[in-house]
């Protein structure tokens, strides 16, 4: 008996030293990519800050959330909707309850929804790619709220914007709320450049102008070039997205461990965007040549 309590005691002190084991390796493995999103996403100042309080709770739920969402809603009108490819979409996304069209700007719903549904598989790709390998690491850092506070800006500025400057033109895709991530963390990288090993920050800054400019470049050539009989891909939605980054998105990402509430500079970004929003709507009722 005595001998089977023995072995039974060593098993149990086995079996705890190798959940120990395994769980210490498991948070050796966070601390390290805690660090290195730390390193991407933080000036030098800020970073033992989140390091200190790191932690996977609650996860990027937001971006994953809404990356799932986009790539439903794509399959949906590709594999499900009637459709001769999935290069351009055609039929099924214009005569879809998402997309924003000059014609149906009554349902307000639409300067919103429209980001659910997109252009073709290029679009798609693209987008989703952005927005998770830039947004999870920005979720993980300044948490749910305050990212989708940032993407939503943009994607409500992007769909008023281009009913302003391009009012004739429908509009499809998440580049809006895209571009407001890319921007905030553009004006946080160029903000805090000299806090950063110079080298590192160069290529960061090298990187976000290739992914933009290529990006822009494909938008550009869709909107004015390309022959394309489906839904456009609005550039203006990407400028608009950006600004909306570059101002309220960089005050909110550069007050990470303060309450941006309290900073001037957000209600300021929000005055204009309020300014902004109400001169869209303005326009829309009274100006717009889609009346």
């Given at each position: 008996m005595e001998m089977e309590k023995m072995n039974t005691d060593m098993s149990d002190e086995e079996e705890e030293k190798e959940n120990n084991e395994r769980n210490s390796r498991?948070?050796?493995?966070?601390d390290k990519i805690h660090e290195s999103i730390s390193k991407w996403m933080l000036p030098e100042n800020a970073r033992g800050t989140y390091?200190?309080?790191?932690?996977?709770i609650p996860p990027p739920l937001f971006i994953i959330s809404i990356s799932i969402v986009e790539l439903a809603v794509f399959i949906?009108?590709?594999?499900?909707?009637?459709?001769k490819q999935w290069i351009t979409l055609d039929t099924g996304v214009w005569n879809s309850p998402f997309i924003y069209r000059p014609d149906k700007r009554e349902e307000a719903w639409r300067f919103i929804s429209y980001m659910l549904v997109h252009a073709g598989i290029q679009h798609i790709l693209g987008n989703l790619f952005l927005q998770l390998i830039l947004g999870i690491p920005l979720e993980m850092v300044?948490?749910?709220h305050r990212v989708s506070l940032v993407y939503l800006a943009g994607v409500i500025g992007g769909s008023l914007?281009?009913?302003?400057?391009?009012?004739l033109q429908a509009l499809v895709g998440a580049s809006g709320g895209v571009y407001a991530l890319i921007g905030g963390y553009f004006m946080n990288v160029?903000?805090?450049?000299?806090?950063?090993?110079?080298?590192?920050?160069?290529?960061?800054?090298?990187l976000a102008g290739i992914i933009v400019g290529t990006d822009m470049g494909f938008a550009l050539y869709r909107r004015f070039i390309a022959p394309v009989n489906?839904?456009?891909?609005?550039?203006?939605?990407?400028?608009?997205?950006?600004?909306?980054?570059?101002s309220i998105g960089y005050v909110i990402f550069s007050c990470f461990d303060e309450n941006f509430i309290k900073d001037p500079r957000f209600w300021i970004s929000i005055v204009a965007y309020l300014v902004f929003l109400v001169f869209a709507v303005f326009f829309n009722i009274f100006l717009s040549p889609a009346n």
């Open positions: 498991v948070c050796t493995s966070c390091l200190e309080r790191a932690n996977c949906d009108y590709a594999v499900w909707k009637p459709q300044h948490k749910g914007a281009s009913s302003v400057c391009d009012p160029l903000v805090n450049f000299r806090e950063m090993i110079p080298l590192f920050g160069v290529f960061r800054l090298l489906g839904p456009q891909v609005s550039f203006v939605a990407h400028i608009a997205g950006g600004l909306a980054g570059m």
